[in-house]
Each structure stands twice: as structure tokens, then as C-alpha cells.
T-cell receptor, first 110, second 118 residues
């Protein structure tokens, strides 16, 4: 079963703008991970944030986690056309399973 | 580091035949591997979890006799789709989690296998 919902389902922005994607989850998690998927390809791991962390940065990525609201956000700053992809969040539950949300399709126009 | 490969990358088969998909961790030992399937424009659905040397555990609604999983070594897991039918056509992706990688919590994904059943 899906872990939760992602918002928005599709996002179109201009190069240079920031992109924010949100993710909500249903069950308790040990950590939450964000992945990127180019069309028809496998997933690339972007960042992992643990349940006791509130914010994490990696390059142009910033992830927040609010366990009280069971939600997370991924911010991509200064977006590039190459950032065009689908982005998924996945929560790792107590059993160690990674369950994904619906995903956000990001389109960055040059 | 932490590379996962899948073979084949795509396969077309006739209805009723069986197809085997391999998932290998190339530079680390995968204590646990996961199999997902993904339909077009949709998210990944977890099918099963396999631990080296033990039986796979399947998610609710996944037929274990249809999707046979074997995790015979710390670097190889196989998914066999038995008696495939057109509705089994999908993108199958494996992931691996294991030892000696930067984070034992991170799952590393293979590039996926596109299965088309005619």
C-alpha cells in the first residue's frame, strides 16, 4: 500500500526558480528518503532524513521533516532543466520497508 | 559505490511463459533486497522483501506462486514471473540494502526491467 500522498502531482517551473514538493505519510517511520526518477529509469537516492531530524541540506536540496504532521518537503533551489524528473518520497517503517508516496512530476523549462 | 544492476533491462515474452529477472549488488553485500513494480505514471508498489538465505515475504495481494523470489547469495536476488500474462506487463525495479555502504538505511535501486507480455 502507498505510504502517503505527494503534492503537487505535477509542477512546471522556469529554470532558475525554486521547486518545492511536499509529501505526507500515514504510519510511523524511522526515516524518510527522497528519490528521483528519470523517465523509464531506476531511482536515484537524493537524501535521507531521520525521524529525529528536522532539516537537512545537500547541495541545492533542502529537506524538512515534521513528524507531528507526518509530512516532509523537498526544496530544489536554482532549478535546472536537468532537474526535470519525477520525485518520490518514501518512508521506512518499523519493519524496515520503504513505502513510496505518489510522486511529483517536475518539469523545468529552459 | 553502492551500485545495483538488473538484467535484462527489457524483455518481451509470449503469454504463458516464465521470465526471470536478476538483481545484483555490484560493490556491496546486500543483506536485504526488495522488489517493486511500477505501472506507467504511477508510483512504485512494494511486492516483496527478500533476505539472503531465507524465504521472501510478500506484500498483501501479491501472489507468491506467481512471483517467485530467490535470494541465494548476498549479491544476487532473482524474481521469476511464472506463466506471465499481459496484465503482468510492468516495470520491475529491485533495490538493495546492506553492509559496508554509507548508510545501512539507504536503499539503492537498480535501473529496472521493462516486461512486456504479448
Amino acid at each position: 500500500s502507498q505510504q502517503g500522498e505527494e503534492d503537487p502531482q505535477a509542477l512546471s517551473i522556469q529554470e532558475g526558480e525554486n521547486a518545492t514538493m511536499n509529501c505526507s505519510y500515514k504510519t510511523s517511520i524511522n526515516n524518510l528518503q527522497w528519490y528521483r526518477q528519470n523517465s523509464g529509469r531506476g531511482l536515484v537516492h537524493l537524501i535521507l532524513i531521520r525521524s529525529n531530524e528536522r532539516e537537512k541540506h545537500s547541495g541545492r536540496l533542502r529537506v524538512t521533516l515534521d513528524t507531528s504532521k507526518k509530512s516532509s518537503s523537498l526544496l530544489i533551489t536554482a532549478s535546472r532543466a536537468a532537474d526535470t524528473a519525477s520525485y518520490f518520497c518514501g518512508g521506512v517503517n518499523q519493519g524496515g520497508k520503504l513505502i513510496f508516496g505518489q510522486g511529483t512530476e517536475l518539469s523545468v523549462k529552459p | 559505490g553502492a551500485v545495483v544492476s538488473q538484467h535484462p533491462s527489457w524483455v518481451i515474452c509470449k503469454s504463458g511463459t516464465s521470465v526471470k529477472i536478476e538483481c545484483r549488488s555490484l560493490d556491496f553485500q546486500a543483506t536485504t533486497m526488495f522488489w517493486y513494480r511500477q505501472f506507467p505514471k504511477q508510483s512504485l508498489m512494494l511486492m516483496a522483501t527478500s533476505n539472503e538465505g531465507s524465504k521472501a515475504t510478500y506484500e498483501q495481494g501479491v501472489e507468491k506462486d506467481k512471483f517467485l523470489i530467490n535470494h541465494a547469495s548476498l549479491t544476487l536476488s532473482t524474481l521469476t514471473v511464472t506463466s506471465a500474462h499481459p496484465e503482468d506487463s510492468s516495470f520491475y525495479i529491485c533495490s538493495a540494502r546492506g553492509l559496508a555502504v554509507s548508510s545501512t538505511d539507504t536503499q539503492y535501486f537498480g535501473p529496472g526491467t521493462r516486461l512486456t507480455v504479448l
